[in-house]
């Protein structure tokens, strides 16, 4: 069993920053991919960034120059460093991998976390 778990939402004023962090636990051979989404309210979900093990990251315009993504292997935790925030910013953050359970996999499977509640107060 693999669980997904994000911290680090709550609320901020616009030109502030926050931290995400999503970790990965349970019964984990690798992880590949791991990447943020968000969804507003009326909205469909987003990417905002995604990186690969071996550190590639790809961000939305959106927040090109202003989020960075990261990730600790060792801890199979990711990371999203968000500064100056926008209200436009303001939705639910999830976090997404894809995960191999067994060195057997033919490939990964993908898990999401629960979301976590970003504000961005103007």
């Known amino acids: 069993q693999v669980q997904l778990v994000e911290s680090g939402g709550g609320l901020v004023q616009a030109g502030g920053s926050l931290r995400l962090s999503c970790a990965a636990s349970g019964s984990i051979f690798s992880v590949n991919v791991m990447g943020w989404y968000r969804q507003a309210p009326g909205n469909q979900r987003d990417l905002v960034a995604v990186i690969t093990s071996s550190g590639t990251a790809t961000y939305a315009e959106s927040v090109k120059g202003r989020f960075t993504i990261s990730r600790d292997n060792a801890k199979n935790t990711g990371y999203l460093q968000m500064n100056s925030l926008k209200p436009e910013d303001t939705a639910v953050y999830y976090c997404?991998?894809?995960?191999?359970?067994?060195?057997?996999?033919?490939?990964?499977?993908?898990?999401w976390g629960q979301g976590t509640q970003v504000t961005v107060s103007s």
């Open positions: 997404n991998a894809l995960i191999r359970t067994t060195q057997a996999m033919s490939g990964p499977d993908i898990y």
